[in-house]
């Protein structure tokens, strides 16, 4: 691929992650990037049963000097309603916590899916999602299960 085209992918990937942050929004939802990653290279010592357990999180690095490459590329959170039994009725009694990963074919590499692995195995994220295109310029949101 050359510069050019590489250039091309990267901007109409930015489209793309601008234009899922915006729908989330409009649902309700506080996104924010996310700017940590998920490291398995720290250990060495890990086999394929202890490979998801033992990554770590860590601060994303910059790539091509645009932004953070954080994994999965938005945090976002919205005010859960529960029964409250003080008032009878239902109140605000938390935050979902989702990630949110933009994907324009929906496919995520092995490497992702086990990052993907971690973090809902540790309880960063209460679930995962991936954003891909549509047709017609729809967004489909498709969760990603632990397992």
Same mark, same amino acid.
């Given at each position: 691929m050359d510069s050019?085209?590489? %250039?091309?992918? %990267?901007?109409?990937?930015? %489209? /793309?992650? @601008?234009k899922v942050r915006k729908d989330m929004e409009?649902?309700?939802?506080?996104? $924010?990037?996310w700017s940590?990653?998920? $490291? /398995?290279? /720290?250990?060495?010592?890990?086999?394929? $049963?202890t490979f998801p357990i033992k990554g770590k999180l860590i601060p994303a690095k910059s790539r091509f000097g645009l932004r953070t490459t954080g994994f999965p590329d938005f945090i976002a959170f919205t005010r859960t309603a529960c029964w409250n039994c003080t008032t009878h009725g239902f109140g605000e009694c938390g935050y979902e916590v989702i990630g949110i990963e933009c994907k324009s074919n929906g496919y995520l590499s092995k490497e992702e899916k086990e990052k993907? +692995?971690? @973090? @809902?195995?540790?309880?960063?994220f209460s679930k995962?999602?991936?954003?891909?295109?549509?047709? +017609?310029g729809?967004?489909?949101?498709?969760e990603v299960k632990n397992g």
């Open positions: 050019k085209q590489g %250039r091309k992918n %990267r901007m109409a990937g930015q %489209r /793309f992650e @601008l409009s649902k309700k939802w506080i996104v $924010d990037r940590n990653n998920v $490291d /398995f290279n /720290f250990s060495k010592n890990y086999t394929k $049963d993907v +692995k971690w @973090l @809902l195995s540790n309880n960063i995962i999602y991936i954003a891909s295109k549509g047709k +017609k729809e967004i489909i949101y498709k």
